[in-house]
Nanobody, 118 residues
Framework: QVQLVESGGGSVQAGGSLKLSCAAS????????VGWYRQAPGKQREMVAR???????NYADSVKGRFTISRDNAKSTVYLQMSSLKPEDTAVYFC????????????WGQGTQVTVSS
């Protein structure tokens, strides 16, 4: 069983930076893609950034050039460095571990709030 615990959310002014972390329990972290999703009030959850086990990355167009995803397999942790934050980045950010390539399931963290004020 995988458990994901996010940290690093908070409130920041527009133009500021935050770094989110997500620590995973279990032994399957290194072989799976992991990513960050977000959900703003009244909106659907959307993919923000994703990194595969081979460290290939992809980003939502809205965050390209501002956010960077990385992973540390030794620590079973995925990070999201967010810079040049905008009010529209305000959302609950969720960590995801995608084990579906191996016949498993998606795992989700509990979410961490990011609020960007103008």
């Amino acid at each position: 069983q995988v458990q994901l615990v996010e940290s690093g959310g908070g409130s920041v002014q527009a133009g500021g930076s935050l770094k989110l972390s997500c620590a995973a329990s279990g032994s399957s972290f290194s072989i799976n893609a992991v990513g960050w999703y977000r959900q703003a009030p009244g909106k659907q959850r959307e993919m923000v950034a994703r990194i595969t086990r081979l460290r290939s990355t992809n980003y939502a167009d809205s965050v390209k050039g501002r956010f960077t995803i990385s992973r540390d397999n030794a620590k079973s942790t995925v990070y999201l460095q967010m810079s040049s934050l905008k009010p529209e980045d305000t959302a609950v950010y969720f960590c995801n571990l995608d084990a579906t390539s191996w016949g498993g399931r998606n795992y989700w963290g509990q979410g961490t709030q990011v609020t960007v004020s103008s």
